[in-house]
């Protein structure tokens, strides 16, 4: 499979375009963005749906997919997520989303790591890295830490420290920054297919014991499926005023809370079950005694 | 799957009244609908009912079936679907497409609240 492989002018491109938004989201600089790309959704009314897809088989599952709805002129945005994905690989997959809500590259489900022959995906995931971690950014990093911006010559224990400490405060999968130090033409190809093996997951391998020395809090939630299922909590406030301003009845209430794993319960609403309910349920269950006798 | 498309329905019956030369009074009086309710479906604000539907495109002209467009989402919904490669894949997309038309259903009832209170 041929790898595509993106010329200045686009890389030029992405570069502006992730710095525009950047800038336009309130992040100057040396700023990460890591969690607060959630924040970002609700500042661009992005409506984020979580559910865990499961692996089958050795393919992941997609990573995340951005969805339209339009009635009345009135357009609403969903991005749905992957969260059997690692953490970090979430994040990633979101602002990979933010480049197609961007550019209005159109709605599928996103495989970031197996689509390196399709243009706009390469390019998605370009402005990903580059919006999570600007180039400019890393390079000035670089130069800073060793004096010079090749990093041919460093020993590969030093490399792995200086990725695990980027990894815990930009919060780019370790991956992402082999491949952007690469793009940047700060390691060469030999560091790059050493650095890319790399067992970066296992905790108790070298980059996992590296990582966890740095700030290990950080890398096991970065390296935690987080199996979430929901929105966010704005969007769950509409459900419950829906219901307190008597838009929607308890069991619908009920119901559309459950979609997204909530209960009203733990928003201080006991639903109670009708008489008739639990006559069914005696029913129920006395026909089943009935049964066994 | 079809669903009537009420934007389509507001332009279509307020072109071919004004075309017609008639008053919103006037076809309120032809069709048995009432003025205010032909001013709010051509605001896209009311669904009329299946005879009310009935009464404005034998009054009109117009064809029922056109008034009905492939609902949003469905379109990309198969699409996304086709994409899928797993089981697992499959029940992840409808289960966020479910998710989905929820939400915006929660949110057009939210909306059409707020345009209420405003208006009240």
Redesign the interface.
Known sequence: MNQIMLNEVQIDEIRKLAEEKRRSLGFVGETPIANDIFTILDKLDI?L?E???????D?P??SA?I????????K?T?I?L?TADYYDKQIFAIAHELYHYYTKSG???SRPEYEKNNLIEVKANRFAAEFLLPETVLESIVLDEFKTSSLEKIQHKTLLRFIARLHCTWWLPYRSLVRRLHEIGTISSEQYAELYVVDERNPRGEYGKISQAINKEVFLKLNQPTKNIG?SPN?IE??I??FE?N??DEDKFAE?LS??NKTPDEFGYEIKVSQDDLDELDAFFSEEDDDEN | MKVLSTKKLAKTVKSLRESKGLTKEKLGNLTGINRIMIGRIERENFTPSIIQFEALSNVLGFDLTEMFMEKEGTNSFVALRSETLSDSEKEGVEKLFTMMLSLRQQIQLRRSFENESNHA
């Open positions: 409506m749906l559910y865990p897809i499961e692996p089958e088989g393919r599952a997609f997919a969805m339209y709805s339009e009635e009345s002129n009135k609403l969903f749905g992957n709605s599928h489900l929105t969007k509409v459900i005023r829906n301003d838009l929607i559309t979609l997204f």
